[in-house]
């Protein structure tokens, strides 16, 4: 089925620093979600974006929802040990509520 | 949001066998929907589990493999059918409270088929 473009696919990064990872998609979207998913858990939704342009913070996380309605970034400030794990983009364009879904940000500490 | 329990949270079957995922939730939810999670993977929907009605299933996924009951608007169950160790895979629940937003999810069941 359909699959957003969600990049990168893993990060290396130190305790301490920014991440970005941003989605794509080739049709317009309504909604933007992102989750995030800790091993042997189902994802938790992290925050979900409703207006083309809306920029929306949870914590150190901040996402946005672009303008074009095609794509969507989220910022983590600060990293620290607990945001390893698998970061899932998810958008829904009609009103039959299901969610197209990106392939995955997997976040990684350095030692 | 909504909280929903997912039972069981793991099992171990035989091949040939079927085993049934139940998904109870707190509150009435407008949509549920099941999901496969294979390991290293995205999430792919299998069915929208309509309340009083059949499911509708997703394309390369059929009811006969993947029955699923929705007896009212806080539970319903998916079986895995005659299972092979390809079904091994974390099924997943997922609920969608009035006005489309609160997109919840269960904490999966962890299927290894041996």
């Known amino acids: 089925g359909q699959q957003l473009n969600q990049s990168p696919q893993s990060m290396f990064i130190q305790e301490g620093e920014d991440v970005s990872m941003n989605c794509t998609s080739s049709s317009i979207f309504n909604t933007w979600l992102w989750y995030k998913q800790d091993p042997g858990e189902g994802p938790v939704l992290l925050i979900a974006?409703?207006?083309a342009g809306e920029l929306t913070s949870n914590g150190r996380l901040t996402a946005q929802f672009g303008i074009t309605r095609k794509d969507s970034f989220l910022n983590i400030s600060a990293s620290i040990p607990s945001d390893v794990g698998i970061y899932f983009c998810a958008g829904r364009a009609s009103s039959n509520y299901q969610l197209i879904w990106g392939a995955g940000t997997k976040l990684i500490i350095k030692p | 949001s909504a909280v929903i329990s997912q039972k069981p949270s793991r099992d171990i079957c035989q091949r040939g066998t079927s085993l049934t995922i139940q998904c109870q939730v707190d509150s009435q939810v407008t949509m549920m929907f099941w999901y496969r999670q294979q390991p290293g993977q995205s999430l792919t929907l299998i069915a929208t589990?309509?309340?009083?009605?059949?499911?509708?299933?997703e394309s390369g996924f059929v009811i006969d493999k993947f029955p699923i009951s929705r007896p009212n608007l806080t539970f319903s169950t998916l079986t895995v059918s005659n299972m092979s160790p390809e079904d091994s895979s974390i099924y997943l629940c997922?609920?969608?409270?009035?006005?489309?937003?609160?997109?919840?999810f269960g904490s999966g069941t962890r299927l290894t088929v041996v």
């Open positions: 589990a309509n309340q009083g009605s059949e499911a509708t299933y």
């Open positions: 997922s609920v969608v409270s009035e006005g489309g937003d609160g997109y919840t």
């Open positions: 974006l409703y207006k």
